[in-house]
């Protein structure tokens, strides 16, 4: 348990389903992420929320909608995915401004079928 | 955009070995992050620095902020630091832009 838990761990959806992926952080961090790892690719920042603001959007389809209620949960809404969206999708925190460390949630692993 | 590159991409290598792997960025940052991912995803971070060196056990990590370099090396290697190591930097710098990736390197150590 490094601090940071996604849920759910795995998820299977259609391509006309909605889903939410959740991430939850009690280290007291003013910052968290997405990140996107495909297979055979390097993770790729997908949102960043700085102080429940975000602060980057890095080109990401519409498909994928972040919400961030307030420091501690960070959420991914999933709309009429595509089958090449899937991957394992990673939420990570940090707290800027102290030495910018990382941690990192255990990821969701979604197949979009 | 920060662009990184990692070297090499496959190690394997003898258990007892000492592990050199390679790290090149393109802009000017505030710190490096070294991490680790195990098989089903889950990252842990190994190292963040923004000079010189630091250990940790059999870890160390260097970096040379005028090279725009680091490398990670592993002493008295062992099976279970079979893993992919990865070399995060900011995105753009520094800041909370998040991080850009290399493409790790998929270690695997031999009995």
């Known amino acids: 348990e490094t601090g940071v838990t996604q849920t759910p761990r795995h998820l299977v959806m259609g391509m006309t389903n909605k889903k939410s992926l959740k991430c939850e952080q009690h280290?007291?961090?003013?910052?968290m992420y997405w990140y996107k790892q495909s297979a055979k690719k390097p993770l790729e920042l997908m949102f960043v929320?700085?102080?429940?603001?975000?602060?980057e959007n890095n080109s990401v389809p519409s498909r994928f909608s972040p919400e961030c209620p307030n420091s501690s949960h960070l959420f991914l809404h999933l709309h009429t995915l595509q089958p090449e969206d899937s991957a394992l999708y990673l939420c990570?925190?940090?707290?800027?401004?102290?030495?910018?460390?990382?941690?990192f949630g255990s990821g969701t692993r979604l197949t979009v079928v | 955009k920060n662009e990184v590159e990692q070297s090499p991409q496959n190690l394997t290598a003898q258990e007892g070995e000492f592990i050199t792997i390679n790290c090149s960025y393109s802009?000017?940052?505030?710190?490096l992050h070294w991490l680790q991912q195990h098989p089903g995803g889950g990252i842990v971070s190994l190292f963040m620095?923004?000079?010189g060196k630091k250990k940790h056990g059999r870890l160390i990590a260097t970096i040379n902020i005028q090279e725009k370099h680091s490398s990670l090396h592993i002493t008295a290697s062992h099976p279970r630091d079979s893993a992919v190591y990865i070399c995060?930097?900011?995105?753009?710098?520094?800041?909370?832009?998040?991080?850009?990736f290399g493409k790790g390197t998929h270690l695997i150590i031999q009995p």
């Open positions: 929320y700085s102080l429940e603001e975000r602060v």
């Open positions: 802009v000017g940052i505030s710190a």
């Open positions: 280290l007291g961090h003013n910052a």
């Open positions: 990570a925190s940090s707290q800027v401004g102290h030495n910018y460390g990382y941690t």
């Open positions: 995060a930097v900011p995105y753009s710098g520094g800041g909370a832009d998040g991080l850009t």
């Open positions: 620095l923004s000079s």
